[in-house]
């Protein structure tokens, strides 16, 4: 299922596409913006398909393209982790490739995400942390109106209530 915020796309990435992509296929689709691929994280894909072996596909949970419109380079990554905790809390990591960064696209990135999680009807509460350095990031949770739930000396988690 593919979740669409204009300008982006959340296009669901699948065990096939890694296995695809670990075993060397190249799809016109592997493009990406920027010059990034998930090529270049190999032992992230192998993780991945560890995992759904081991513990069964996670849909709607797990990774995602960002794709610029529908059908779009990829621009990016989110892995929406689930299912939901004790608390109804689902987290989500988002990331841009540089080329891209600045053009408002980690704002529906980030608003995608929390319509990912809230079309599962199981979440209550949507997670996401960012690095303290990282202040492009902190902006943008905040802009879709993450409240920060915890910190460390590195991170700060935020949170987005349902």
Do not use: C, K
Request: negative net charge.
């Amino acid at each position: 299922m593919d979740t669409t915020t204009a300008p982006i796309t959340l296009h669901r990435f699948t065990v096939a596409d890694a296995e695809r992509v670990l075993s060397g296929a190249v799809d016109p689709h592997d493009g990406w913006e920027g010059a990034y691929a998930f090529t270049d994280e190999p032992e992230l894909l192998a993780e991945y398909v560890r995992a759904v072996r081991q513990n069964g596909d996670p849909i709607p949970f797990g990774p995602y393209l960002v794709r610029r419109g529908e059908d779009g380079p990829a621009i990016g990554g989110v892995n929406l982790f689930g299912p939901p905790d004790a608390d109804g809390a689902v987290e989500f990591d988002f990331g841009l490739v540089p080329a891209v960064r600045g053009q408002g696209l980690a704002f529906h990135t980030v608003l995608a995400a929390v319509e990912l999680a809230r079309s599962t009807g199981l979440a209550r509460i949507v997670r996401a942390s960012a690095e303290v350095s990282n202040l492009p990031a902190r902006r943008t949770l905040e802009r879709v109106g993450f409240v920060e739930a915890s910190r460390t000396p590195d991170t700060i988690t935020s949170e987005f209530r349902l």
